[in-house]
């Protein structure tokens, strides 16, 4: 597999740390608001990769943090009367109510901030006591100058930075480009104690922390959105590499944003449309098979009109899902005919060029096109004289490459009710020849979809959660 690695702007073949597993670092969103639908671009994308991974029998260690403590979440506090502490309670919980219904699986581990304050004011106190970092009246900064390699990943020097930036900055810091790893506490503002009196963590810090406690001292993945190239992530690296003299991250990626009318969707610009908003008109796998249909590393710009013909777009794949369902009901041919070995080696070879396309840098975009073409070849070829082997097959392939997306994935109306009848006649025979492990596997996997069953004397009756 290839991954594009924004620190040495190449395609390079990935290569994890330990064979068969990634650790991934995803920056996550500040919880202070909900997310919007730029936001949930990257979060999708990553929720991608990281599924392709899984698909390509990788084991996934994946951490996305909460920032939980930061200037917005101060203010925010404040504004509604309420502590830094619920403010994060309230608007974690939203999170994961939006992140849940557009199909993006659960991280490995979500960290907050505030969680770290120990490990956080160790990790100051360390690069302090290495030179990297000096206090002055209540505030750590980071010296840029410190850390011969400061730049390498946004591809700048420290003088090019310099002479970019508006020198109206704190007077007692050494260099301009130094940053805060910790703040002295101001009046109305929440506090932690440390070495240098009450105050909080600097934003930068908490993911090189983070990153550092539950997935060690060097990770394969470190992704993120664009915007965050520098400083934030140029700052976790003068600090994660400054404290433990390794390399923080193997590979970078960066996604590019969601735009609005060519500028990017920012809560700022006041541009922007929930998640919240968006799932309430259009279904998850809609809003991601429109987030998918761009390369990652092109921005994309978002209009009404382009989710909805993501919408027909899925409805042209879910049809075909259907009519495939529906012959292999009339379907009167069990197994594979003679005539159809060639066409099951056309199936697969649409596999192939899909697992090429994802496994170059992720192109969903390519391997969205993929499937299309695969829809059009079934809907095209197969009908009521093809058997349900070879029905069977494409129809566990669509929706097997559907996957990686979290598109396709969906129990189709039509024969829900059918194939949860026939998946219960499939226990009761299990259960009889005693095979509790086939008939648990299938009330598991009816769980899963979100289906109950339920041993009444009148029989085995379901219900819908
Ligand atoms: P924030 O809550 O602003 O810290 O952002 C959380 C994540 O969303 C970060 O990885 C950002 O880079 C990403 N992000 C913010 N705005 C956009 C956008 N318009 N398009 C894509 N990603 C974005
Ligand atoms: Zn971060």
Not at 196 to 222: F, K, Q, V, Y
Request: aromatic share 10%; net charge negative; proline share 2%.
């Amino acid at each position: 597999m290839k991954i594009y690695n924004t620190m040495t702007q190449n395609k390079e073949e990935f290569i994890p740390i330990t064979p068969g597993v990634v650790k991934m670092y995803v920056c996550g969103p500040t919880v202070y608001n909900f997310f919007h639908i730029g936001n949930a671009r990257t979060f999708i994308i990553f929720d991608s990769v990281r599924r392709y991974f899984e698909y390509r029998g990788y084991k996934v260690e994946y951490v996305q943090n909460f920032t939980d403590i930061d200037d917005r979440m101060i203010t925010k506090a404040n504004e509604d009367g309420i502590t830094i502490k619920e403010l994060g309670d309230r608007f974690i919980s939203e999170y994961y109510k939006d992140a849940d219904g557009l199909n993006i699986e659960r991280a490995t581990a979500n960290p907050r901030a505030t969680e770290y304050i120990i490990e956080i004011v160790k990790f100051v106190e360390d690069l302090i006591n290495k030179g990297y970092a000096y206090e002055i009246d209540g505030d750590v900064y980071y010296s840029t100058k410190e850390f011969q390699a400061y730049g390498k990943l946004s591809g700048q020097d420290l003088e090019q930075l310099e002479s970019g930036i508006r020198i109206n900055v704190d007077e007692r810091k050494k260099d301009p480009m130094d940053f805060a790893i910790w703040k002295k506490q101001k009046v109305g503002e929440p506090g932690w104690e440390s070495p240098w009196g009450m105050g909080r963590p600097g934003w930068h810090i908490e993911c090189s922390c983070m990153a550092l406690n539950l997935l060690g001292e060097t990770i394969d993945i470190h992704a993120g959105g664009m915007d965050l190239v520098f400083p934030h992530h140029e700052n976790e690296i003068a600090q994660s590499e400054g404290r433990t003299g390794k390399t923080f991250a193997n590979y970078w990626m960066h996604a590019a944003y969601l735009n609005v009318n060519n500028q990017k969707m920012s809560k700022s610009l006041n541009n922007f449309l929930t998640a919240r908003e968006a799932l309430e008109k259009f279904d998850a796998e809609v809003i991601r098979l429109l987030m998918l249909s761009a390369h990652y590393r092109t921005q994309l710009n978002y209009s009404m009109d382009l989710l909805e013909s993501a919408k027909s777009g899925l409805e042209r794949l879910y049809n075909s899902i259907e009519n495939l369902q529906s012959l292999l009901e009339l379907s009167k041919i069990d197994n594979l005919k003679d005539d159809e070995n060639q066409y099951m080696d056309n199936l697969n070879s649409y596999k192939e060029k899909y697992i090429k396309k994802m496994d170059d840098d992720f192109n969903t975009a390519d391997a969205i096109s993929v499937i299309f073409d695969l829809i059009k070849d079934v809907n095209i070829n197969l009908n009521i004289h093809s058997s349900k082997e070879i029905l069977k097959y494409s129809l566990d392939l669509i929706r097997e490459l559907g996957g990686p997306l979290g598109i396709l994935q969906k129990s189709t109306k039509v024969n829900l009710e059918d194939e949860i009848e026939k998946l219960i006649e499939k226990r009761e025979k299990a259960r009889k020849e005693k095979n509790f492990q086939l008939s648990d596997k299938i009330r598991d996997d009816l769980k899963a979809e979100g289906i109950t069953l339920l041993d009444t004397p009148q029989g085995v009756r379901w219900k819908k959660a």
